[in-house]
């Protein structure tokens, strides 16, 4: 019986001995279950908030590069609506000066044929006024009268051919001084009296507003001054009123 009992006992204390053990160490390893899903669930969350920052930052570059990309493409706008805007004024300026030119020249050449006299090609002969008339009388000339119509012109003024037409004199001309005829289309002829310089020779085509000579004082004068005659043949006496034949080809003067 003593036996038994000693046996009872250790297999008694023996299993209590590994009730109480594990009752101690079913404890241990929940504690520890414990932490480690505490830990797991603090990384999850530490993953969860650098992600949803992540996330915030890279919404906030692409607002930021939207942002830089529509003021970019606004700055290229506005750039080229300015250089445009440049060039449009740039060439209204350049057809405005062209335009300009274009009227002072037009001006230019209104205001010189109006001072030439100028009309339907038949030019005045020189750009100054009316000295002595046609057919004024004077012991000055040997017929008695004025056989022509003086321009007051000084020495050197350029003197021009009133119509196209064909050289039959130039040269010396007695009384006349350095004279030139010219003969016209419809069969009358021009004399340019009292020259300083000739500038065409017998024979040559002139054309009207041609520039033929200098007026100057050469022969029987007073002063410088262009003796302009109109004739119906080349020579001396065969005279016409030449105002009268220049309105006639519709110079006025």
């Not at 002595?132 to 008695?144: I, N």
């Not at 050197?156 to 050289?167: E, L, N, S």
Request: proline fraction near 3%.
């Amino acid at each position: 019986m003593a036996s038994f009992s000693i046996r009872s006992t250790f297999a008694g204390a023996a299993a209590l001995t590994t009730i109480t053990t594990g009752a101690f160490v079913v404890p241990a390893a929940a504690a520890d279950a414990k932490a480690e899903g505490s830990a797991f669930a603090r990384c999850a969350a530490v993953a969860g908030d650098l992600a949803a920052h992540l996330a915030d930052q890279a919404s906030a570059q692409h607002r930021a590069a939207v942002v830089a990309r529509k003021r970019h493409e606004a700055h290229v706008a506005h750039a080229e609506r300015a250089a445009r805007e440049r060039a449009a004024e740039e060439a209204a300026a350049k057809a405005a000066k062209a335009k300009a030119a274009r009227d002072s020249a037009a001006h230019a050449s209104r205001s010189a044929a109006q001072g030439r006299g100028t009309l339907g090609g038949w030019v005045r002969p020189v750009a100054g006024t009316i000295g002595t008339p046609y057919r004024a009388t004077s012991s000055l000339w040997s017929s008695g009268h004025h056989t022509g119509v003086d321009f007051h012109a000084s020495v050197g003024t350029p003197v021009h051919a009133v119509g196209a037409g064909t050289v039959v004199e130039a040269g010396w001309g007695g009384s006349y001084g350095n004279n030139i005829v010219i003969r016209h289309a419809d069969g009358m002829y021009t004399q340019y009296g009292h020259l300083s310089s000739l500038g065409v020779s017998v024979g040559q085509t002139v054309s009207a507003g041609q520039q033929i000579g200098l007026s100057g004082a050469t022969g029987n004068v007073t002063g410088p001054h262009l003796h302009f005659e109109a004739r119906t043949a080349p020579s001396y006496g065969a005279d016409v009123d030449p105002l009268a034949y220049l309105r006639s080809k519709g110079v006025r003067i």
